[in-house]
């Protein structure tokens, strides 16, 4: 019996010990945590986006008790939102502009040009590694849906040529796009931003325009029609200078042959200018036999069924 009277003692003993240690341990390691912080995160959207520079909800939080970041600064929050943690906390809104994706292409598959049918993983990430995807245009989207994939905030929707296209009141400029993209075709960037170039392919005249219609083709017109400095020509391609960009106007757009370069109209969406050609094409660019290696256009000649290559 005095064996376990003894046990027990110690057992106690030891457990109040621990119970002081870690009390101790508690007194002196305690980080305190302000009870705002949970407050204002229940007043966000709770996206996780990103697009504040925080990497989550939380930690924008955190800085929005601390002073670090004004509210407005998440630009996914609604005004009445912004407003709201604003007056909880006691502080200035602020004001952020808010940004979105855009794509440097305009080339679907009624406009550009596929030089070889791609047959494998339905995916831009794994046609790019082969042989660049069929593609004509080296520089463009391959239309496998990748973006559409990757977006979780449903803002990037595939259209019926082929294209993504970004639904800006849903964007949140998380950039899970722009990582996603083999082509790097998605860039964020302020809605401000209303001047924007649909291209990147660094060809010029008609050796652009064989393989898609809607190709910049450095003719220089919208550097020569926008002021100083605000639109240049740079390796075959134009290049607007955004620094810049209270110059812009939609002036700059209208000769440009292709359209290639547009006005980003605040309602109406994208707009080309005066002297685009027009383009009714409703159906996919065929692979045409020139487009073909001899062997396959030479069996086409002699009546053989013709057969596609695929990359």
């Not at 229940?42 to 990497?55: D, F, Q, T, V």
């Not at 979105?100 to 790019?128: E, I, K, Q």
Request: with cysteine.
């Amino acid at each position: 019996m005095t064996e376990y009277i003894i046990a027990g003692s110690v057992m106690a003993g030891m457990g109040a010990l621990l119970a002081a240690v870690l009390a101790i341990a508690f007194k002196k390691l305690y980080v305190y945590e302000d009870p705002r912080i949970d407050q204002v995160e229940s007043m966000l959207p709770l996206a996780n986006c990103g697009a504040c520079g925080s990497p989550g909800c939380r930690a924008f939080a955190e800085k929005a008790v601390s002073g670090e970041i004004a509210p407005g600064k998440c630009t996914v929050s609604t005004p009445e939102g912004v407003a709201a943690i604003a007056s909880f906390l006691g502080v200035d809104a602020g004001s952020e502009e808010r940004r979105v994706a855009r794509l440097a292409c305009a080339g679907g598959a009624h406009v550009a040009r596929d030089r070889a049918r791609y047959a494998g993983l339905g995916s831009c990430r794994a046609a790019a590694l082969v042989a660049g995807g069929g593609k004509g245009c080296s520089w463009g989207c391959l239309g496998l849906s990748d973006c559409e994939r990757v977006c979780d905030f449903d803002a990037i929707h595939m259209n019926e040529y082929g294209l993504p296209v970004v639904d800006e009141a849903k964007c949140t400029a998380c950039g899970d796009c722009v990582d996603v993209c083999p082509k790097k075709l998605f860039s964020i960037h302020v809605v401000s931003h209303r001047l924007w170039v649909a291209c990147k392919n660094l060809l010029n005249g008609d050796i652009a325009e064989d393989d898609c219609e809607v190709a910049c083709t450095a003719c220089g017109r919208c550097a020569a029609d926008a002021p100083a400095g605000l639109v240049k020509i740079v390796n075959n391609l134009a290049v607007v200078d955004y620094s810049k960009n209270q110059l812009a106007k939609i002036d700059v757009i209208q000769r440009c042959p292709t359209g290639a370069i547009i006005w980003i109209d605040e309602k109406s969406g994208p707009v080309k200018g005066l002297e685009a050609k027009k383009i009714t094409r409703k159906s996919p660019l065929p692979v045409v036999e020139a487009d073909l290696p001899v062997y396959v256009a030479a069996a086409a000649a002699q009546g053989a069924p013709r057969r596609i290559p695929r990359v």
